[in-house]
């Protein structure tokens, strides 16, 4: 790392002409191939992923994407003439626009029913001939356009479906903006430099940039989520400045010793920086982890978080070194920069609020940690009525058209309409079309089921669907109750004495089944991960008690993160408030790449304040001064680079993604908890509660494990260039004036 970083600091300005060289050359590449990003949500080998594979072989007519144009008359009815002819007109518009393979209108043939009771509200399908993730955002819009100028004073009009979801506008990068102006304030407070605040802000720009750029083309490579870009940006915005932020506080406490600039951004890259690569490798690994799941879809995200953090974790180490000196003596604050010249080296010495609340801590474990754990239970109560799914257009803030489109179909043709289920099977002889004739009258009876439309047959006769609409919502609990009614009861009965092997698919057949089987292999993917963690504890700290104690915080830390997004999002706490939508279930997918992302992160924390309290018991031997001496040094930067994450975070929301927006919010919580909950008061609390027990290893372990150093003790780290006597005369007047800090009561 020190040679690396001697390389970027000699020759600083071509380090920073091939990251911009870099940047530029994927952001072109990226702008001429475009983007090629899927959600396909299929699970390989589900009944839900055979029947799509089994509709679409034998029907290709349905292989487009579907999408609805809803109009509302109030008062009035849609049946009337100029209503009639004016959104005739409308569809016969739509029906020559590009991409459109065929409009199915209420006022035709035998479609009728798409037309409500009441005589308020009609829909037209329109089908696309390709799917979603093929469809341009400019074909999307040039039927929204055209539908949307069919509306008068009494009579509305809203589009539905995935392509009209291209359409809705998201909230740009103000959500990326909003993230940035807050952590340069709080770098600013805390740097009191404007130089040194800007540095971890531009470099995790670079390398975040270059990753969103690069991701774009990964998606031509596999498949890749339409959110995995902005969830990178989350995640490397995050990680980006908080990795800088470490490296630039080491170099300026070397600055504040009197070391030489260039000697000072060698010594913090191969002291923190080490540190640095390890929490990132870490979250590269855990997100990696999402592989052994087996699901192409969660593949494209782990590929491309993965890939943000790693071109962070380099920016980290090579451009910041380089712009660090650059930037020289300005790192430090006008003040600062005048009290060395005066004063000579001084160390940095926790005081204040740090000092008081780590003695405060050591006075009181008990009574904190058992306040610490029942803040945490409280919060993940929640967490025990998590109900993952999948929202859909319903979850839209009220002023999307999908939103609106959504709701209109509800009132006038029940909430089943927007999400019917599929049944799909090949046919044999006559016995097999027999049954399936009288198939929709035993559907037609089942509780749960509120209309069956007859069986279709395809040209060749040997395949067949029918579609049953639910009494309830795509993402309701009923609905997916009467999915299983159908898998486990209801089909095997119409099957027998047949050669037939309906399927079930649809909506929510489909989500369920992506569902089912993320939670079927989620114990697995947690083990590994937390295991990895605990592996890595243990050579680092030689310890049982420090990973079994971080493994508890990792686990706390997202069950009582999941109690906060339930009660946001699946119970609907001011989610309409917050712009997000309304009431819906949590996604799948988040477990996982919530366990994978807040293991690097909390991993980074739990060796940063860890690492400084096993130094101070090496050197002493007794666990309450360490504990009190390690939380009052690092609560201080510990508690910045949470409030810059958690800031990030939070901006998400503003990206108007309810995706994105869950992300958001659930990190933000776990990284709020983890710091100001776990990190600064149960963790300390249980190691003074735990005394010498912290550091316990058998024996024979302790004999057979390698010696990993992950970041080395910056009062033993060698500076380049430094001579060795030089560097014990610092250390000498830091451990001197030290004293009064060290030797704190308890």
């Not at 979801?165 to 740009?172: A, I, V």
């Not at 995050?238 to 010793?257: E, M, N, P, Q």
């Not at 690492?611 to 690092?634: H, K």
């Amino acid at each position: 790392m020190a040679a690396l970083a001697r390389w970027c600091v000699r020759h600083r300005l071509v380090t920073v002409l091939l990251w911009l060289i870099a940047f530029g050359g994927v952001t072109a590449a990226a702008s001429v191939t475009g983007s090629a990003y899927s959600n396909n949500y299929e699970a390989p080998g589900t009944e839900s992923g055979r029947a799509a594979h089994l509709l679409k072989d034998a029907f290709p007519a349905l292989a487009g994407d579907s999408d609805t144009v809803v109009w509302h008359t109030d008062p009035g009815s849609v049946r009337e003439a100029d209503v009639e002819q004016t959104m005739t007109r409308t569809l016969d518009r739509i029906a020559v626009l590009p991409g459109i393979a065929s409009v199915t209108s209420p006022y035709q043939g035998s479609h009728s029913g798409q037309i409500s009771r009441d005589g308020h509200t009609a829909y037209a399908t329109i089908t696309f001939d390709q799917q979603t993730e093929k469809i341009s955002k400019d074909e999307a819009r040039a039927v929204v356009d055209t539908a949307k100028a069919a509306e008068t004073g009494g009579l509305k009009v809203a589009l539905g479906g995935s392509a009209m979801g291209l359409t809705q506008s998201k909230g740009g990068h103000l959500a990326e903006a909003v993230g940035v102006l807050v952590a340069a304030v709080v770098l600013f407070l805390a740097f009191g430099s404007l130089a040194a605040s800007l540095l971890p802000i531009a470099t995790a720009l670079i390398g975040v940039g270059t990753a969103y750029e690069g991701i774009g083309l990964l998606g031509h490579a596999m498949t890749v989520a339409d959110f995995a870009p902005m969830l990178g940006l989350l995640i490397g915005l995050g990680v980006g400045i908080d990795y800088a932020l470490f490296i630039v506080t080491r170099h300026r406490r070397s600055l504040k010793r009197g070391i030489p600039v260039a000697e000072a951004a060698v010594g913090a890259v191969a002291t923190t920086g080490r540190a640095v690569v390890f929490a990132g490798a870490t979250v590269c690994i855990a997100l990696l982890g999402m592989l052994i799941l087996r699901l192409g879809f969660l593949n494209g995200v782990a590929v491309a978080a993965c890939l943000t953090v790693a071109l962070t974790v380099a920016a980290s180490v090579t451009l910041l070194p380089a712009l660090l000196s650059f930037i020289g003596p300005r790192a430090l604050s006008r003040r600062e920069r005048r009290r060395l010249y005066e004063h000579g080296p001084e160390p940095e010495m926790p005081t204040g609020f740090a000092a008081r609340w780590s003695a405060f801590v050591e006075r009181h474990p008990k009574k904190l940690g058992a306040v610490a754990v029942v803040v945490m239970a409280l919060l993940a109560l929640p967490t025990l009525s998590l109900h993952l799914g999948t929202s859909d257009q319903g979850n839209d803030p009220k002023s999307a058209t999908t939103r609106q489109a959504y709701d209109l179909i509800a009132d006038g043709f029940g909430p089943g309409v927007n999400g019917p289920l599929t049944l799909v099977t090949r046919v044999g002889g006559a016995e097999d079309k027999l049954a399936l004739d009288n198939l929709d009258s035993t559907l037609a009876a089942t509780r749960g089921v509120a209309s069956v439309t007859p069986v279709t047959y395809n040209s060749g006769g040997d395949t067949a669907y029918l579609t049953v609409v639910p009494d309830t919502a795509p993402q309701s609990r009923q609905t997916s109750d009467l999915v299983n009614r159908l898998r486990s009861d209801v089909l095997p009965r119409a099957e027998r004495g047949t050669t037939l092997d309906l399927y079930v698919g649809g909506v929510t057949a489909g989500y369920d089944d992506f569902a089912g089987v993320i939670v079927g292999k989620l114990p697995l993917f947690v083990g590994v991960v937390i295991g990895l963690g605990c592996v890595l504890l243990l050579l680092a700290f030689r310890s049982l008690g420090i990973p079994l104690k971080a493994a508890a915080m990792n686990v706390a830390a997202v069950a009582s993160a999941f109690g906060v997004v339930v009660a946001i999002f699946q119970w609907g706490w001011g989610s309409e408030l917050l712009g997000i939508g309304r009431a819906g279930p949590i996604e799948p997918f988040l477990p996982v790449i919530m366990v994978a992302v807040l293991f690097g992160l909390s991993m980074d924390y739990q060796v940063f304040l860890v690492s400084r309290i096993y130094e101070e018991w090496l050197e002493t031997g007794d666990n309450r001064r360490a504990v009190r001496v390690g939380l009052a040094e690092t609560s201080r930067v510990i508690n910045s680079a949470a409030v810059i994450m958690i800031s990030v975070f939070l901006a998400f929301v503003l990206s108007g993604d309810r995706v994105i927006a869950m992300f958001g919010i659930a990190l933000a919580s776990a990284v709020a908890l983890d710091a100001f909950v776990l990190r600064t008061l149960l963790v300390p609390a249980l190691m003074h509660l735990l005394g010498g027990a912290n550091w316990w290893l058998p024996s024979w372990l302790e004999r057979r494990l390698p010696r990993l150093s992950i970041e080395p003790p910056e009062c033993r780290a060698r500076i380049p260039g430094r001579r060795a006597e030089e560097d014990a005369l610092v250390d000498a007047l830091v451990k001197e004036r030290q004293q009064d800090v060290r030797d704190i009561p308890g």
